[in-house]
């Protein structure tokens, strides 16, 4: 190899080095322990922190110890626990499990309900995929009102079983509790997000 080629070589590898280095002061690694206790501290505000805490700790998805991260982490956490129950509830339908009369209605509306929910769910995360300063307020007003209207529908899923009896109410009223108290946290670190002004 010529000379002029290995010191441009040289050159080369220096100036990619010096670009990695950079990129780790820019974008420190987070130890697990610091995530651990970022969420836990997180999830403090919420009404149910250790469900809180074992859902975001189980996030597939990139997550940064920010503030707004945490939030489109736990709104996407529920809008996919809410597809899989309206998935499951579809599939007792399907497979015609034994069910009353009040029972098959409840079930109906919960389906519907669930749709609704993943509606205001995905505005939701629209929104925050979007965020700017100067609408910051606005936009977030939106989100705690799709959310809280998210929560009051599986509210109204639960009351069409309570006047029912049977296994199917068992198994949905389960699995729509778990739900509401994974929308009920993300709609808390929505409101303690928003109430930072976006600062």
Known sequence: MAPSAIILSVIVMTAILASGAATKVLNPVHSDAQMAE????SC???????????????????L???????????????LVNTHNVS????????????????????????MENFGTTMDQIHQSL?????????????????????????????????????????????????????LSKLISNALALVNTFAATGGH
């Open 44 to 62: 403090n505000v919420t009404l149910y922190p250790q469900v809180c805490v074992s859902s975001l700790s189980s996030y597939a998805g990139p």
């Open 64 to 78: 940064k110890p920010k503030q707004s991260d945490l939030v489109n982490a736990a709104v996407q956490v529920s």
């Open 87 to 110: 998935v499951w509830a579809a599939g007792l339908k399907t497979r015609r499990a034994t069910m009353s009369k009040r029972e098959k209605a409840a079930l109906k509306d919960c």
């Open 126 to 178: 629209a929104e925050l995929k979007h965020l700017r300063r100067n609408t910051f307020k606005i936009q977030m007003s939106n989100v705690e009102t799709w959310m809280s209207a998210a929560l009051t529908n599986e509210d109204s899923c639960l009351d069409g079983f309570q006047v029912a009896k049977g296994r199917v109410k068992a198994m949905v009223t389960g699995r729509v509790h778990y």
């Open 38 to 41: 970022f969420i836990r501290t």
